[in-house]
């Protein structure tokens, strides 16, 4: 099983950035998809979810800005991010569960700085 995330770059405070992460070794249209992030120094915490039937989820430090999508065909899922903040720089990574099993990418660096 593999998650391969990507797009995460250094960007301005009011700018945007889309993440992806492929899935390779799961049957991914079966799978909740999940985003987290963790900054230096704290733990790491949800972003938002979106189910197999693409019901989606967000916590409130994002809802309004950030919006997770997936793509079953291509077995990947998007992390579209808008107004993004300086307090949203963390490594995010990409997850992938399914009932007992859970399968977490290596991480993609957001960096919100002017």
């Known amino acids: 099983v593999q998650l391969q995330a990507s797009g995460g770059g250094l960007v301005q405070p009011g700018g945007s950035l889309r993440l992806s992460c492929a899935a390779s070794g799961i049957t991914f249209s079966f799978y909740r998809m999940a985003w987290y992030r963790q900054s230096s120094g704290n733990q790491r915490e949800l972003v938002g979810t979106i189910t197999a039937d693409r019901r989606t989820n967000y916590a409130d430090s994002v809802k309004g800005r950030f919006t997770i999508s997936r793509d079953n065909a291509k077995k990947t899922v998007y992390l579209q991010m808008s107004s993004l903040k300086p307090e949203d720089t963390a490594v995010y990574y990409c997850?992938?569960?399914?009932?007992?099993?859970?399968?977490w990418g290596q991480g993609t660096q957001v960096t919100v700085s002017s």
């Open positions: 997850n992938a569960a399914l009932e007992s099993r859970i399968h």
